[in-house]
């Protein structure tokens, strides 16, 4: 969910040029978009293989390690990778740590849940978006857009299923990834034009690595343990990888890169309403791969609340097309952009 850290780009300035130049081709955007989100199910896949024997501080670290160089080639490609341009310090401080928040509590809750289910709950993003932006960004809201944000709220309590007998905290977990990310969306909106694409990637990249070392500096001199795989992910003592695991370490970097490419290709070359609709396959990837890989399905709950969230998700996405709104025809609503 993610992603970062390294995967933003100026898509205000490449969605014009996008709509503008003779260069927008819609489909080809739309092949980058879905070979992203073909990319990051992957990633969740390596990540909870991971779980049961690194720290998901390590596993972010190490992941952040490979994906810059990548991330920084990327950035020199598109231009943006000097000088740096990064506007409001704090409010850069404020987006990386949001991401950085976001992520680690999206990997935790993958040691304890399927994929299918934090993906789908952490897809909720753009509702919360929806709720922050009357906030922090003084948006109007329609009864329409909030009749979407309603229906994607219950969906959510669909899947969490809070006082349950079946209720699993993990699930809040993946919760706090989508509000967590709903505040680094907006936080890069009110950062604006004052930075660029490459440079917030750079600075949130460097972020997560330093974290990443903090937090191994710290759980390392604790001793404790827990029964649960979310807190047991979280404070487990950095560990020496083999070499299968340096390989799959590398992978994550080489998806966060590839991925990122993609997706900034994606909203170069096509409108955000055109593209962001498709960010959705990744949820049938993820229960692919539950499947394939760690022989779970989702129940009939988690099937009606992914319903839910992903018909509210486009209701919001298409509403905002229809009206016409800039904010979604440049950046637009999507979940994985910032990945």
């Known amino acids: 969910m993610a992603v970062t850290e390294a995967d933003t780009t100026d898509y205000a300035r490449q969605a014009v040029q996008a709509e503008d130049t003779p260069d927008s081709r819609p489909m080809a955007g739309i092949l980058f978009l879905l070979l992203a989100t073909t990319l990051f199910p992957v990633q969740d896949v390596i990540i909870k293989s991971l779980s049961g024997d690194f720290a998901v501080h390590q596993i972010v670290f190490w992941r952040g390690v490979f994906a810059l160089p990548i991330v920084a080639v990327i950035a020199w490609y598109d231009g943006t990778l000097w000088p740096l341009r990064l506007g409001s310090i704090p409010l850069q401080l404020l987006r990386a740590a949001a991401g950085f928040s976001s992520y680690l509590v999206y990997y935790m809750a993958l040691a304890a849940i399927g994929l299918a289910e934090t993906a789908a709950i952490t897809f909720s993003t753009p509702i919360f978006v929806t709720m922050l932006a009357t906030v922090f960004l003084g948006e109007k809201i329609g009864l329409f857009r909030w009749f979407a944000v309603f229906i994607g709220l219950a969906g959510v309590m669909v899947i969490v299923r809070p006082g349950a007998g079946v209720f699993e905290p993990a699930a809040v977990l993946a919760l706090l990834a ?9 936080t890069t909106r009110k950062l604006g034009k004052r ?17 990443g070392a903090v937090l191994g500096l710290i759980f390392s001199n604790l001793q404790t343990d827990s029964p649960h795989p979310s807190l047991a992910f979280l404070f487990r003592e950095w560990a020496a990888p083999s070499q299968r695991d340096w390989l799959l370490l590398l992978a994550l970097g080489g998806i966060s890169g590839v991925g990122f490419f993609a997706l900034s290709q994606a909203y170069r070359l096509a409108e955000a309403s055109v593209v962001t609709p498709f960010e959705y396959t990744y949820l049938p990837w993820s229960v692919f791969w539950g499947w394939m890989i760690f022989g779970s399905l989702p129940g009939t709950a988690t099937w009606i609340g992914l319903s839910m969230i992903v018909g509210a998700g486009l209701l919001i996405v298409f509403r905002e097309a229809v009206k016409g709104r800039r904010l979604v025809r440049r950046k637009g609503l999507g979940i994985l952009r910032q990945r």
């Open 178 to 186: 989508a509000v967590a990310y709903a505040v680094s969306i907006i």
């Open 195 to 211: 930075t660029n694409g490459g440079s917030m990637t750079l600075f949130t990249l460097v972020f997560f690595i330093t974290a």
